[in-house]
């Protein structure tokens, strides 16, 4: 089996978001004790997060006086960072968002040491959809972006893919590397769907032309539907780009059973997309699988989901979902 490190850590938890949001504790409280008690109960290494990101850090992605504004909002207790759909709750989210970034730094710093192949980010809030200078979707820094970065310039890597299977758009982590080569940025996401962005011929510019590829799904787009784009598009595409690394954007808002989506795909839809990635990443030379927790807002689909997720991670036979009947969590809204 690949060796594969979570990280989490209690401050993930202390993130309020007040009642009746959908991007809440009990998320990754449910995706924790699926993978603790479930079919991977004892194959996963459990870490804590080590470290806060630092400005620096930060500023490899965001702008260093959006990153200062954003920390003087949460010391003085604001409550919103954006129109009204980013909420915070104080120290305790400014906590959370540094710990978050440096939880998945963190992971990253252990792969380039050898010692893990891949790693799940359990965090929260999530982050792609924080661009430079804004907080946005329930976003305030984006993890995948920095990490993107860091991988570059602290590990030396030429070529980095990001691969965002979320239900919405990863606005931020486009916009990020628009025009930057070394960085292939693949998004499978519903359209049209908040935030509105992530049109197909939404390609790239300058130096980045070609290396930004966006799959908008129609409204009832199933796992076929996912499955057809993988093979058409995006694994052509990294197969070209030889990527040294693989980044996910770990949304599992596009199953079914998901409040705040109109995709239909199933748990183990999970398992054979993350499956697909990894063969594809030791057909081009093998590298680090990293991948860090967005959206997901029914919670038994979400802890199903991610628990497929990291079998494929593993290299773990495929299983069936279990069907228990859990409710949803019927506080979940739209944003």
Same mark, same amino acid.
């Given at each position: 089996?690949?060796?594969?490190?979570?990280?989490?850590?209690?401050?993930?938890?202390?993130?309020?978001?007040? $009642?009746? %949001? /959908?991007?809440?504790?009990?998320?990754?409280?449910?995706?924790?004790?699926?993978?603790?008690?479930?079919?991977?109960?004892?194959?996963?290494?459990?870490?804590?997060?080590?470290?806060?990101?630092?400005?620096?850090?930060?500023?490899?992605?965001?702008?260093?006086?959006?990153?200062?504004?954003? !920390?003087?909002?949460?010391?003085?207790?604001?409550?919103?960072?954006?129109?009204?759909?980013?909420? =915070?709750?104080?120290?305790?989210?400014?906590?959370?968002?540094?710990?978050?970034t440096g939880a998945v730094l963190s992971l990253a710093d252990r792969a380039l040491r050898g010692e893990i192949e891949a790693g799940f980010a359990l965090v929260r809030p999530p982050g792609h959809?924080?661009?430079?200078? &804004?907080?946005?979707?329930? !976003?305030?820094?984006?993890?995948?972006?920095?990490?993107? *970065?860091?991988?570059? &310039? &602290?590990?030396?890597?030429?070529?980095?893919?990001?691969?965002?299977?979320? =239900?919405? %758009?990863?606005?931020?982590?486009?916009?990020?590397?628009?025009?930057?080569?070394?960085?292939?940025? !693949?998004?499978?996401?519903?359209?049209? %769907?908040? $935030?509105?962005?992530? +049109?197909?011929?939404?390609?790239?510019?300058?130096?980045?032309?070609?290396?930004?590829?966006?799959?908008?799904?129609?409204?009832?787009?199933?796992?076929?539907?996912?499955?057809?784009?993988?093979?058409?598009?995006?694994?052509?595409?990294?197969?070209?780009?030889? /990527?040294?690394?693989?980044?996910?954007?770990?949304?599992?808002?596009? %199953?079914?059973?998901?409040?705040?989506?109109?995709? *239909?795909?199933?748990?183990?839809?999970?398992?054979?997309?993350?499956?697909?990635?990894? &063969?594809?990443? +030791?057909?081009?030379?093998?590298?680090?699988?990293?991948?860090?927790?967005?959206?997901?807002?029914?919670?038994?689909?979400?802890?199903?989901?991610?628990?497929?997720?990291?079998?494929?991670?593993?290299?773990?036979?495929?299983?069936?979902?279990?069907?228990?009947?859990?409710?949803?969590?019927?506080?979940?809204?739209?944003?």
């Open positions: 089996m690949t060796r594969v490190a979570v990280v989490e850590d209690p401050l993930f938890q202390l993130h309020d978001t007040g $009642p009746g %949001h /959908p991007e809440r504790a009990a998320r990754v409280r449910a995706v924790a004790e699926r993978l603790r008690t479930g079919a991977l109960a004892g194959a996963l290494e459990f870490l804590p997060a080590e470290r806060e990101a630092s400005e620096e850090e930060i500023a490899y992605v965001h702008e260093p006086a959006y990153w200062r504004d954003a !920390c003087r909002a949460m010391e003085r207790g604001e409550t919103l960072l954006d129109e009204g759909d980013t909420v =915070v709750s104080g120290l305790a989210s400014l906590r959370a968002v540094r710990r978050a959809h924080a661009e430079r200078a &804004r907080a946005m979707g329930f !976003c305030v820094v984006n993890h995948i972006a920095v990490l993107a *970065r860091y991988l570059q &310039r &602290r590990g030396g890597l030429q070529r980095v893919a990001i691969v965002d299977f979320d =239900v919405h %758009h990863g606005n931020g982590t486009q916009n990020a590397f628009y025009e930057d080569g070394s960085i292939y940025f !693949c998004s499978l996401h519903q359209f049209p %769907h908040w $935030p509105g962005t992530g +049109r197909a011929e939404e390609r790239g510019r300058g130096d980045g032309l070609g290396a930004t590829r966006n799959v908008p799904m129609a409204p009832g787009a199933g796992p076929d539907d996912y499955f057809r784009a993988f093979g058409e598009l995006v694994l052509p595409d990294l197969l070209a780009f030889r /990527p040294q690394a693989l980044l996910i954007s770990a949304g599992f808002d596009a %199953h079914r059973r998901d409040p705040l989506s109109a995709i *239909r795909l199933e748990s183990d839809s999970y398992f054979r997309m993350t499956a697909e990635l990894m &063969r594809l990443l +030791r057909a081009v030379g093998g590298g680090p699988v990293l991948s860090v927790l967005e959206g997901g807002y029914d919670l038994e689909a979400l802890a199903e989901s991610a628990e497929q997720h990291l079998m494929a991670l593993l290299d773990h036979p495929a299983q069936g979902t279990e069907r228990k009947g859990v409710p949803s969590d019927e506080r979940a809204g739209a944003s």
